[in-house]
């Protein structure tokens, strides 16, 4: 594990620092658990972003939503 120093606003270590008295994990918890959602969201934007110029200069292509439900032989829940 890696250990990594931040400085953050008063306002924001103290409501920090309340949360995690009030439910008994660490700040360390709830900073690490912030950084992964946030990492998460970071990341499925570099994809979507990445699909998309890669569909806008023609090194993809887009599939019909009919024809996944009739390849896969799926239900169409519309």
Not at 30 to 46: K, R, S, T
Request: proline fraction near 1%; hydrophobic fraction near 35%; charged fraction near 35%.
């Amino acid at each position: 594990m890696k250990t990594l120093s931040i400085c953050l606003p008063d306002e924001i270590a103290e409501r920090l620092q309340k949360l995690a008295k009030a439910t008994g994990k660490t700040n360390a918890h709830y900073v690490a658990e912030v950084i992964c959602e946030y990492l998460e969201d970071l990341e499925d934007a570099y994809v979507a972003e990445t699909r998309w110029r890669d569909l806008q200069e023609g090194r993809s292509s887009t599939v019909a939503l009919e024809e996944i439900i009739d390849k896969f032989k799926l239900e169409d829940k519309n």
